[in-house]
RNA sequence: GCCGAAGUAGCUCAGUGGUAGAGCAACGGUUUCGUAAACCGUGGGUCGCGGGUUCAAUCCCCGCCUUCGGCUCCA
């Protein structure tokens, strides 16, 4: 066999590569199959010019801009000649060179090309003018393909041994918009064809627990572009029902943290979000106003209205509306806001990017030396939710301000930004969360914490988010009378725990695959007589789960007892009630739960009490009836 | 917003320059049934929208809308 043969337990040596950054195996694998890519992009189109080819998580892809727009038809020709290439075994050379050498190459268009060319290589030299002053620069060559890289790579082209061009999609160069587009084609490749073929048997599998296609199974939510519009999802009853049970979750924490409950409209004068400074900042990812002529005021106050982006101007309100004293904080005001955000059209995706949004929004209104058990007790509630919700893959995010973006970025006010991060980080090390701090990425307002997740199906979100603002309450003139009897600004958390209904309840989806806990499941209980004679039985104990508020319903249809579980199995309802003669009988009930089969029968009044238990502790299905 | 792809019945998908097809679902009937599909029948489509080419367009061309895959931002 082949030098270097790739076997998932013995991956194929790296060609020398000291300078190299770190990659997996796999990640180098992959780095060499987008050169591999490239080389034959650059035979089939000689004056593409390469930007960055680099390792993803599902693969590879390699920017590059070229006249010919590259579609999936032109996949099958890329692919032969890549065949072509891993079939002549090239071996990977890294080459160590000077800048000057680098330039020169770059300057006679030599680099990421089979040949010198008229133009030069000017991503590559774009590249070639970021890499610091005294590091090494190192080049990759593969048969006549020379490429400014900093590797690794695998020891030949023989060593691709599966891959497969997967899409094609547009990106900026290095993100930025000002910058021109790019085409970027993205292609996979594993160790072996078998480990490949997994992974494309997965994404099969990813697609079924998809929140749009079991959303649409499910009869949760549907989408009406032509009437309601992009982005605006309209809650079918068994969404509804979700929604109601994470509300009823959320008060219930809330009241039980000290939180009180406020209502505010969905809509508000220009003045208040321009006393917010969101105006300025967010205009562009707000809906457009609504002009209302007679609002306009002899003063020459605008007559527009916004639908609010943000329920905390609403919320600074309701604290300005009374005069407050220290006793009064911390005030806790909470309300399930529903918000609107013009997102970009392309950015709209299913349940997970939305332009309406209810969220799981609260304010706290402390004073400084409040703030620590403040800070401590929200993170304690959403650990508190992860562990109902059965979230183990998580990150916070601590995202800081930096010094550039002072009077920009962020409000103008250094010495509380720095205040407010340190008392933040202490916070956040002293309570031992795992987190990562990310500079410059802070609220304009404020820092915060996002909670990252990752859904079943490996997508990446962020589920729920934590401020700090120390900024807006003075701009809007909030205070408190202290102690000393002077006027102090509170500070203010934002805080968001279970995101929005819309996002969370798509991450919830994807999460439990449909099939949902008792307490959440939109179908909790089904009952089926086995032959009409039960009916009356069936309706008996529908009507005594329904006064307990479960949601329960009874089936009796032209089909066969089998026939209907099969249908109760494929909607996933969570347990299935059989009534049968030996039942009635007998004044019980034979229990089956989703997914699980058969759990034996149970007199009624004792399964009965069990459901109620399992749904009010929010049991998961972990153990459920494990008696 | 930008680049690319897609849009046929409620859902999953076939299909053709000449009257539009299947499975599931729905509806009607027969069956009274014991833990993942009993049987028979019926209805259902402006083939995303608008324009063009053509004797004829769901199919070919152009524009738009929406959705999807990305870029960027974020709950």
């Given at each position: 066999?082949?030098?270097?043969?790739?076997?998932?337990?013995?991956?194929?040596?790296?060609?020398?590569?000291?300078?190299?950054?770190?990659?997996?195996?796999?990640?180098?694998?992959?780095?060499?199959?987008?050169?591999?890519?490239?080389?034959?992009?650059?035979?089939?189109?000689?004056?593409?010019?390469?930007?960055?080819?680099?390792?993803?998580?599902?693969?590879?892809?390699?920017?590059?801009?070229?006249?010919?727009r590259v579609s999936p038809t032109d996949f099958e020709r890329i692919e032969a000649e890549m065949k072509a290439i891993v079939k002549a075994n090239q071996p990977f050379e890294r080459k160590v060179v000077s800048r000057a050498e680098a330039l020169a190459l770059a300057e006679k268009g030599r680099l990421a090309a089979l040949a010198e060319r008229a133009t030069p290589s000017r991503y590559k030299l774009d590249i070639l003018a970021s890499i610091p002053e005294g590091a090494t620069i190192t080049l990759y060559q593969n048969g006549d393909f020379l490429d400014l890289c900093a590797g690794p790579h695998v020891m030949r082209t023989g060593n691709v041994k599966a891959f497969k061009l997967t899409a094609v999609a547009s990106a900026y160069y290095k993100g930025d918009e000002k910058n021109p587009q790019l085409q970027r084609i993205y292609g996979t490749a594993f160790p072996n064809k078998t480990e490949m073929e997994a992974?494309?048997?997965?994404?099969?599998?990813?697609?079924?627990?998809?929140?749009?296609?079991?959303g649409a199974e499910m009869g949760l939510f549907t989408m009406d572009p032509d009437y309601t519009g992009p982005g605006l999802p309209l809650w079918?009853?068994?969404?509804g029902a979700i929604l109601e049970e994470l509300e009823k979750l959320a008060k219930e924490t809330e009241f039980a943290a000290g939180y009180v409950r406020v209502k505010t409209p969905h809509i508000a004068r220009e003045k208040m979000f321009t006393t917010s400074g969101h105006l300025p900042y967010y205009a562009e990812s707000m809906f457009p106003p609504m002009e209302i002529r007679e609002a306009e005021d002899a003063a020459g106050v605008s007559g527009r209205y916004y639908l609010k982006a943000m329920n905390c101007p609403h919320h600074h309100r309701i604290f300005a509306a009374e005069p407050r004293s220290y006793r009064d904080l911390p005030l806790r005001l909470a309300e399930y806001g529903c918000c609107y955000r013009y997102e970009q059209s392309g950015e709209l995706f299913g349940l997970m990017r939305v332009r309406a949004m209810n969220m799981n929004d609260a304010h706290i209104y402390c004073a400084p030396e409040q703030f620590a058990a403040e800070f401590n007790a929200v993170n304690a509630m959403y650990l508190k939710y992860f562990k109902?919700?059965?979230?183990?893959?998580?990150?916070?995010?601590?995202?800081?301000?930096?010094?550039?973006?002072?009077?920009?970025?962020?409000?103008?006010?250094?010495?509380?930004?720095?205040?407010?991060?340190?008392?933040?980080?202490?916070?956040?090390?002293?309570?031992?969360?795992?987190?990562?701090?990310?500079?410059?990425?802070?609220?304009?307002?404020?820092?915060?914490?996002?909670?990252?997740v990752w859904s079943a199906i490996g997508r990446e979100f962020t589920l729920a988010t934590n401020q700090v603002d120390f900024a807006v309450p003075k701009r809007f003139g909030l205070v408190y009378r202290d102690r000393d009897n002077?006027?102090?600004?509170?500070?203010?958390?934002?805080?968001?725990?279970?995101?929005?209904?819309?996002?969370?309840?798509g991450f919830l989806i994807e999460h439990f695959a449909g099939n949902f806990p008792l307490w959440l499941a939109p179908d909790q209980v089904r009952v089926l007589p086995v032959t009409d004679a039960q009916i009356d039985s069936a309706k008996g104990i529908v009507a005594e789960l329904r006064a307990a508020q479960v949601r329960a319903e009874w089936e009796f249809s032209n089909d066969k007892l089998q026939g209907r579980i099969q249908r109760a199995e494929a909607a996933r309802v969570h347990t299935i009630l059989v009534v049968g003669a030996r039942e009635q009988e007998a004044d019980a009930v034979a229990l089956?739960?989703?997914?699980?089969?058969?759990?034996?029968?149970?007199?009624?009044?004792?399964?009965?009490?069990?459901?109620?238990?399992?749904?009010?502790?929010?049991?998961?299905?972990e153990g459920q009836f494990s008696a």
């Open positions: 066999m082949e030098d270097g043969r790739a076997m998932p337990s013995a991956p194929p040596p790296a060609a020398s590569d000291s300078s190299a950054p770190r990659m997996t195996d796999l990640e180098r694998l992959r780095h060499s199959a987008a050169h591999v890519m490239a080389t034959a992009i650059a035979k089939l189109w000689p004056e593409a010019q390469f930007a960055a080819g680099p390792p993803v998580a599902e693969g590879f892809y390699y920017d590059v801009e070229l006249t010919h992974h494309f048997t997965m994404l099969e599998e990813a697609k079924k627990r998809d929140h749009r296609r079991l079918l009853p068994k969404g109902i919700f059965g979230f183990t893959k998580y990150r916070m995010r601590f995202s800081t301000s930096a010094p550039e973006g002072m009077g920009k970025k962020y409000v103008d006010e250094p010495e509380l930004w720095k205040q407010t991060e340190d008392m933040v980080r202490a916070v956040l090390q002293a309570s031992g969360i795992d987190y990562v701090e990310v500079p410059n990425e802070a609220a304009f307002y404020g820092p915060k914490i996002d909670v990252q002077t006027d102090k600004i509170p500070l203010c958390i934002h805080r968001a725990p279970l995101g929005t209904h819309e996002r969370f309840i089956r739960i989703h997914g699980k089969g058969p759990q034996g029968v149970k007199p009624r009044a004792q399964a009965i009490a069990d459901l109620l238990q399992a749904i009010r502790e929010r049991r998961s299905d």
